[in-house]
């Protein structure tokens, strides 16, 4: 089958969105489809000196990339949108599935076969996404649409009711890892290693590691990710903590080794949680790396928020800890390294849970078949 997956991400780039989209299409790939991935051609943004764009986020080349031009004029979201879905068209696309609202719309009343793929709530704020939004699933063509969590298809079918039915959830995913693969050298002296993978907007957390750091010096922490001018601005700060290592932006294909050599990872976010561009979504996130800590069979330790308990279960594959309460956070870190029993446990169920249901092979077929797993399913049934 041909699909056309209309993106709207800057390729390459550090933002999470562009990881997503690299890894759903080499997804979909991996299922025996014949994709087209377009994206914006736009020159501000972009990860420099990038050779090889797949090799920088560690997927393989079995996709294509086209890039659609971004116009420098008013409306050019508009413009793309419509241009990447008439090249869906003439590429002779069996389905159409992006995160391009705008595109994803076009394909539609266009007559392709579409599904759209939504993460935050902003279309249905927006006079003129919302009316976008409506006129694309009038559309006959309009298949489903999909989202990363229960919560955010909770909130859409209570404004959008005639969509019961048509919204599949598949919470985000991460790709196994590499048999053999050599964990990163972190710290040799039998001190503890302790991470953190991400952004370091507000919200992310980077106060409690801070905190933690301080209440636990027995163990090292190691922050990976983060715009370099924040990085240079904490590495000058006479007040950080001298067992917190600020590594800086690291290519998502290197990531893993970093995360295998870790014995505790955090996902320490905040009941307000800000995105590029300043966007709020702790409500409805689905954070890319609580799958890849999945995947590495390492003990979580995560922020008790309603929509990470998803994913996440108190006690079986990771910790579930108040967000604000540093307290909480470091009896549960001294908790977790001081009992390795504990740590082999939460590791490994999280693991099993990740390859049942969280691997991006298994979010492409669960988008494509139109179906949710009995856990989502039960969670949505919650509407009636």
Same mark, same amino acid.
């Given at each position: 089958?041909?699909?056309?997956?209309?993106?709207?991400?800057?390729?390459?780039?550090?933002?999470?969105?562009?990881?997503?989209?690299?890894?759903?299409?080499?997804a979909?790939?991996?299922?025996?489809?014949?994709?087209?991935l377009? /994206?914006?051609?736009?020159?501000?943004?972009?990860?420099?000196?990038?050779?090889?764009?797949?090799?920088?986020?560690?997927?393989?080349?079995?996709?294509?990339?086209?890039?659609v031009?971004?116009?420098?004029i008013?409306?050019?979201?508009?413009?793309?949108?419509?241009?990447?879905?008439?090249? /869906?068209?003439?590429?002779?696309?069996?389905?159409?599935?992006?995160?391009?609202?705008?595109?994803?719309?076009?394909?539609?009343?266009?007559?392709?076969?579409?599904?759209?793929? /939504?993460?935050?709530?902003?279309?249905?704020?927006?006079?003129?996404?919302?009316?976008?939004?409506?006129?694309?699933?009038?559309?006959?063509?309009?298949?489903?649409?999909?989202?990363?969590?229960?919560?955010?298809?909770?909130?859409?079918?209570?404004?959008?009711?005639?969509?019961?039915?048509?919204?599949?959830?598949?919470?985000?995913?991460?790709?196994?890892?590499?048999?053999?693969?050599?964990?990163?050298?972190?710290?040799?002296?039998?001190?503890?290693?302790v991470?953190?993978?991400?952004?370091?907007?507000?919200?992310?957390?980077?106060?409690?590691?801070?905190?933690?750091?301080?209440m636990?010096?027995?163990?090292?922490?190691?922050?990976?990710?983060?715009?370099?001018?924040?990085?240079?601005?904490l590495?000058?700060?006479?007040?950080?903590?001298?067992n917190?290592?600020?590594?800086?932006?690291?290519?998502? /294909?290197?990531?893993?080794?970093?995360?295998?050599?870790?014995?505790?990872?955090?996902?320490?976010?905040?009941?307000?949680?800000?995105?590029?561009?300043?966007?709020?979504?702790?409500?409805?996130?689905?954070?890319?790396?609580?799958?890849?800590?999945?995947?590495?069979?390492?003990?979580?330790?995560?922020?008790?928020?309603?929509?990470?308990?998803?994913?996440?279960?108190?006690?079986?594959?990771?910790?579930?800890?108040?967000?604000?309460?540093?307290?909480?956070?470091?009896?549960?870190?001294?908790?977790?390294?001081?009992?390795?029993?504990?740590?082999?446990?939460?590791?490994?169920?999280?693991?099993?849970?990740?390859?049942?249901?969280?691997t991006?092979r298994?979010?492409?077929?669960?988008?494509?078949?139109?179906?949710?797993?009995?856990?989502?399913?039960?969670?949505?049934?919650?509407?009636?």
């Open positions: 089958m041909k699909l056309a997956y209309l993106s709207n991400s800057k390729i390459p780039s550090r933002e999470a969105n562009s990881i997503h989209v690299m890894k759903m299409c080499e979909f790939a991996h299922l025996g489809h014949d994709v087209r377009l /994206a914006p051609d736009v020159s501000e943004g972009l990860e420099p000196g990038v050779s090889d764009i797949y090799a920088f986020y560690g997927v393989e080349r079995v996709f294509d990339l086209r890039k031009p971004w116009r420098s008013k409306g050019r979201g508009w413009i793309y949108g419509w241009e990447a879905g008439r090249d /869906a068209r003439h590429l002779g696309a069996d389905v159409v599935f992006g995160r391009s609202l705008h595109a994803c719309a076009v394909a539609a009343r266009l007559g392709l076969p579409t599904i759209w793929d /939504a993460h935050m709530l902003t279309f249905l704020k927006r006079w003129d996404e919302r009316h976008l939004f409506r006129w694309m699933i009038k559309a006959p063509a309009f298949l489903h649409m999909t989202t990363n969590c229960v919560s955010l298809a909770r909130c859409i079918l209570e404004q959008v009711p005639e969509l019961n039915g048509r919204i599949v959830v598949a919470h985000n995913g991460a790709n196994e890892l590499a048999e053999g693969q050599t964990p990163a050298n972190l710290g040799s002296d039998g001190r503890s290693q991470g953190y993978v991400g952004h370091l907007y507000p919200g992310k957390g980077f106060e409690i590691i801070r905190d933690l750091a301080a636990v010096p027995t163990a090292d922490f190691h922050v990976i990710g983060g715009e370099q001018e924040t990085i240079e601005k590495r000058s700060d006479r007040a950080l903590p001298n917190i290592v600020m590594h800086g932006f690291v290519p998502p /294909a290197d990531t893993e080794r970093f995360c295998l050599g870790c014995d505790v990872l955090l996902a320490p976010y905040q009941s307000d949680v800000r995105i590029a561009g300043g966007g709020e979504t702790a409500a409805w996130m689905s954070p890319l790396k609580v799958f890849g800590y999945m995947a590495a069979a390492k003990p979580i330790l995560c922020s008790d928020l309603a929509v990470l308990r998803e994913v996440i279960s108190n006690g079986r594959n990771g910790l579930l800890v108040p967000p604000e309460d540093v307290e909480a956070w470091a009896a549960a870190l001294r908790r977790l390294l001081d009992d390795r029993a504990l740590r082999q446990r939460l590791g490994a169920n999280a693991r099993a849970d990740f390859l049942a249901q969280h991006w298994q979010r492409a077929r669960r988008i494509l078949d139109g179906v949710s797993s009995p856990q989502m399913e039960e969670g949505l049934a919650t509407l009636g």
